[in-house]
C-alpha cells in the first residue's frame, strides 16, 4: 500500500518511522506548511527525522516549496492509496475541508484521520454521501483517544447489556512541547476559559508562558472529544456517558498517570461490573496514535477493496495490522 502523509511533525514523522518496519506499506509522499516531498519508489524516514522543527520537508532531496502542498499531494492522487492526515485541526472545520478538497480533487481511496474535537467529527460525518458519491473510504478518529481507546470500549461493551458509562483517562509525556505544536494547542483549547480560535492565536512564546504556568503539565477535565459521538454512532451509550481527560507533562518523556479506558456496565444477568484497557507506560502517544492510524489505514484500504464507501467513526470497525 503507497501511503502519503499530510502534516511532518511529531505525529507524521512517527508515522514514517513506522512505515519504515513494515513491508505492506511504502510512504511515498509527504507534504508540510513549507512544502513536499514525493518519491514513488520510497521516502528515507531517517531523513524526513532529521527535518528540525521549524523546518521543512521541501528541504529533503527532492522536496519542493509550495505554499499549497495539500494540492500538489491530491495531484499526485494516482500515486497513492491511502492518506493520513496528521495536520493540526485548527480551526475545527480545517481537516473537514482537507478531505473535502481531496475528493473534489479525485482521489478516490482510503484516508484516516487522528481528529479530537467531537464537533469537527461530526463536521467530518456530514461528508459521507460526497465519499460513497466519490469512492473514498474515510475512517475518522483513528489515533489513541479518539482511537485504540474507543476501539477498546466499543469491544469492551460486549460483555453488558447496558453500558452506564466510559471514562477515558490519559497521560501522556513528552520531553520538548513544540515536536507536537498543534497537540499541545489543541490541548489548551481545552482548558478553562480557552477556545479553539484563543489557543490557535498564540505565539510558541506565550503557550510557552501558558506551560510555564503549571511547571509544563496541563490537567484536562471533560475534554470535548469525539469518543462520546463515536461510541453513540457505533451504539455501545448515550454520548453523555461518555467523559474523557487526562495529564499532559511537556517536560517529562515519562507519562505522568497511566492511560486507562474504564467501561462500566450491567450484564444479563443483572451483574455491574468495570472492564479496564490499561496502556503499557513505555506506549509512547506517538507509539499509539500511529500504530493505530496505520492499522485503521490498513482497515480503510481493504473496506475500499471490496466497495465499501464513506464515512465511519473508528469504533465501528477494527483496525487491521500491517505486516
Ligand atoms: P505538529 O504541530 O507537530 O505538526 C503539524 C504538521 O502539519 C507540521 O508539519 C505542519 O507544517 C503541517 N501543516 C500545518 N498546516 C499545514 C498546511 N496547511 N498544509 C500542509 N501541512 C501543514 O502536529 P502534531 O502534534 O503531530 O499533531 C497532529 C494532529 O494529531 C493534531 O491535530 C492533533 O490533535 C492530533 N492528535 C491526535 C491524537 C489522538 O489520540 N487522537 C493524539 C495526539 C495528536
Not at 522543527?53 to 494540492?71: E, H, L, P
Request: some cysteine; aromatic content about 6%.
Amino acid at each position: 500500500m503507497k501511503i502519503a502523509i499530510l502534516g511532518a511533525g511529531g505525529l507524521g514523522k512517527a508515522a514514517a518511522q513506522i512505515i519504515a518496519q513494515k513491508t505492506q506499506m511504502q510512504l511515498v509522499a509527504v507534504a508540510d506548511a513549507g512544502g513536499f516531498v514525493f518519491n514513488p519508489t520510497g521516502i528515507d524516514a531517517n531523513e524526513l527525522q532529521n527535518v528540525k522543527v521549524g523546518g521543512s520537508v521541501s528541504q529533503m532531496q527532492g522536496g519542493q516549496r509550495s505554499s499549497d502542498a495539500i494540492g500538489e499531494i491530491i495531484n499526485l492522487k494516482d500515486e497513492y492509496d491511502g492518506v493520513f492526515l496528521a495536520l493540526p485541526n485548527l480551526p475545527n472545520e480545517f481537516i473537514p475541508c482537507v478531505v473535502q478538497r481531496f475528493v473534489e480533487g479525485g482521489f478516490q481511496g482510503a484516508l484516516v484521520d487522528a481528529l479530537k474535537r467531537t464537533r469537527a467529527m461530526e463536521m467530518i460525518f456530514d461528508l459521507d454521501g460526497l465519499l460513497q458519491d466519490n469512492k473514498c473510504t474515510f475512517l475518522s478518529g483513528c489515533g489513541a483517544t479518539p482511537g485504540l481507546l474507543t476501539a477498546a470500549a466499543a469491544l469492551a461493551a460486549q460483555s453488558f447489556v447496558k453500558v452506564e458509562k466510559v471514562h477515558i483517562w490519559w497521560g501522556v509525556g513528552i520531553a520538548r512541547w513544540d515536536d507536537y505544536k498543534a497537540t499541545i494547542r489543541e490541548d489548551i483549547a481545552h482548558l478553562p476559559g480557552w477556545d479553539v480560535d484563543s489557543a490557535k492565536a498564540l505565539s510558541d512564546a506565550e503557550v510557552e508562558e501558558v506551560l510555564g504556568q503549571s511547571d509544563g503539565k496541563l490537567t484536562l477535565y471533560n475534554m470535548e472529544h469525539a469518543d462520546d459521538v463515536m461510541l453513540e454512532r457505533a451504539g455501545v451509550c448515550e454520548r453523555d456517558q461518555v467523559t474523557v481527560g487526562g495529564v499532559m507533562d511537556t517536560r517529562n518523556a515519562k507519562k505522568p498517570v497511566s492511560t486507562t479506558m474504564t467501561l462500566t456496565g450491567i450484564t444479563f444477568d443483572g451483574q455491574r461490573s468495570e472492564h479496564k484497557f490499561i496502556l503499557g507506560d513505555e506506549t509512547t502517544m506517538a507509539a499509539n496514535v500511529c500504530g493505530t492510524a496505520l492499522g485503521y489505514l490498513h482497515r480503510a484500504q481493504w473496506l475500499h477493496q471490496r466497495g465499501v464507501y464513506g464515512v465511519f467513526g473508528s469504533a465501528e470497525m477494527m483496525p487491521l495490522t500491517v505486516k
